[in-house]
């Protein structure tokens, strides 16, 4: 694999459930690391899944897979933190809050004692709030704490349009800002293909784009996660694609553009706060976020669902 980096890139993952592992997996199927050290409170499970992926090996990119406690966290270039309680299909991200902030005051002061120089990259939900609470019990610098944020809600989005325009969701470029969760903003007045807003894009290219199917995208986008849960019980695939993406960058330090979730202060009047814009990530971690020229109602979507993000953050009292 080429990297900028001398020494093989070597990933921990806190958290071997659903997306912990997939993560993993998926970290294997692309050869993104070399040596990936799995924790769990749960040490068997970390062990069998070791076990399972070390078994694939012949088949994919050769890495070294342990399970081990946090000292083997030591010397890792990013941790990842998927530890937690998966939401219930009622169960709305934020109602996650309390235990799962429980869960991150106990295992972020293990992880920093080992790796004060990994990058920490968050998916434990509600994301935003935990990326917060990662970076205060931390005590990193901010940019080197990311949460996978709405990583995931821009693919959904860029799937469904891509689905409604008869275009694979690569070329459809499109975000989703601000909270991963019900108060997510679609940037529907930048979304664009082949660089055409969607309005040039319908009436250069002989399709449509009603109202009513804009809401039904929008829908879609955000409740894709409680109908997942609902039949499956939890969600894992994408994320991981997701995660793995994140690393990419990371690691190959390639100023990628991503709607990841990051300390915010001052852009659009917002302050102390961790919510998702498109932002340049790179071996430093978060490199740069990105301005938007938004429209007036995406920006006053902005400033709710950073207050919904704002309020819980708030009840935390750290
Ligand atoms: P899971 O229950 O399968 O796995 C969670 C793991 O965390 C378990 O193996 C458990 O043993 C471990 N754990 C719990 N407490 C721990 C502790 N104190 N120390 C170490 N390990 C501990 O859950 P999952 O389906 O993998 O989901 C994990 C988290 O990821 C949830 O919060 C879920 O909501 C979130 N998630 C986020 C996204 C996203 O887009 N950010 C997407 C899907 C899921």
Known sequence: METMEQHPVRVAIVGTGNVGATTAYALLLTGAAAEIILIDGNRERAEGEAMDLNHGMPYMHPARVVAGDYDACAGADIVIITAGVAGRPDESRLDLLARN????????????RYARNAILLVATNPVDVMTDVTWKVSGLPAARVIGSGTILDSARFRFLLGRQFGVEPRSVHAYIIGEHGDSQVPVWSLAN??????????????????????IEIAKNTRVAAYEIIRRKRATYYAIAAGLGRIIEAIMHT???????????????????VCLSLPTVVNRQGISRVLELPLDEGERSALTKSAQVIHDAISSLNL
């Open 193 to 214: 293909i082949a660089g055409m807003n969607l309005d040039d894009f319908c009436r250069l290219n002989g399709c449509g784009l009603d109202p009513e199917t804009k």
């Open 101 to 112: 902030a429980a869960v991150f005051k106990e295992i972020v002061p293990q992880i920093v």
């Open 254 to 272: 390639q100023d990628s553009v991503l709607t990841v979730s990051s300390l915010v202060q001052g852009m659009y009047g917002l302050q102390d």
